[in-house]
């Protein structure tokens, strides 16, 4: 770190440990490890091909998961830097928090949950942990990344308590209603800063948020504004980014300020104070109460987009039917995979499904059916272009 770590932060030197012992690294700290490890695993570089809000053939501007992933970090190790917490940390749990993420975003999700009700159920956060912990293969000496147990905490950020019963050590605090470290508050509240401000620019780019409506909401309004007023005559995607810019300055700013008046009053002194203690990591009320206005906003008039929800619905059918033909004939799926059902049934279908990207899934649903995919949506994106900045 570039700045003396604060006595609440998280300390690599004083982690509760691995699940599987190591010597320490001559050169990183625990946390660079994890990070180091996480941007090196198979499952990080699939983020590539995975759906944030438009499918990945839908337009090459758009934001995917890894994008989305690296736009956390960047925004989380900002707040952490300004707080004097772990970056490392940080910067881990960001870029591992979506590692478990099914083809096509929510909607893949929401289907292969649908389609596990019998055996338990399917939920992306868990998943995430469930890649780190058991499904990487890169390691002699164990099965997963060997991940600290701060970093793993900070991945599974939400947990029924059947769940956490379930997960020992990592699920007591879902148990006992405590915190995790302020790393992982940060990863949280960065990953909703960044998903509201660049889903915005996608929605935006795709011509199916219109201008005028976003501008009547109060952060986007007054930013815009603002852009306008320091640069008259500012125009299209010059006053977009501007606006936008200035929208997450605000945020950050906020964030911090407000967290650091948090930690004041709290009086914790370590990160044991920090768990004891109720949440520390928060936007103003007036600013919460904005960012949450802009929440719902993309959910009714994005995310909830007829031509939207035309293309997630096709989705998923594919993940449905890839499911069901999985299950039907474990044969379609490769050997190794094959020996995992035999193992653990159900569940090692929907460890191949969610780990397959939207192209991966297209490919291998059109290989099974024998149709081709046929975008619903036709014409969703007319306005967009790969060729713009």
Known sequence: MSAARAAH??????????????????????????????????????????????????????????????????????????????????????????????????????????????????????????????????????????????????????CSAANARRLGELGERFLARRQPSLEAQVANLADEIAYNNHDIDDGLRSGLVRLDALCSLALFGRHRAAALAAWPGLEGRRLVHETIRRMIDELVTDLVGETRRRIADSGVRSIDDVRAAGPLVAFTEPIAAQSAELKRFLFSQLYRHDRVTAVMERARAIVADLFAWYRANPDLLPDEHQARVDAIGERAIADYIAGMTDRFAVREHSRLSGAEWVDPGLGLLGGASDAAP
């Open 9 to 158: 932060a998280a300390d690599p030197a004083r982690s509760r440990g691995r699940r599987h012992s190591e010597p320490a690294s001559p050169t990183r700290s625990e946390f660079q490890r994890d990070r180091d490890r996480i941007v090196h695993c198979a499952a990080f570089r699939r983020l590539e091909y995975k759906t944030q809000v438009f499918v990945n053939h839908e337009g090459d501007n758009f934001r995917t998961r890894l994008t989305h992933s690296i736009e956390v970090a960047q925004i989380a190790r900002s707040v952490c830097r300004s707080l004097a917490l772990d970056e490392d940390l940080v910067e881990a749990v960001a870029l591992a928090h979506d590692l478990g993420h099914t083809p096509f975003g929510h909607a893949g999700q929401d289907a292969l949950d649908a389609c596990m009700k019998p055996w338990g159920g399917f939920e992306h956060n868990l998943q995430s942990l469930r890649v780190v912990d058991e499904l990487e293969q890169r390691y002699a000496a164990f099965d997963g990344l060997n991940l600290c147990f701060e970093t793993r905490e900070g991945i599974l950020k939400h």
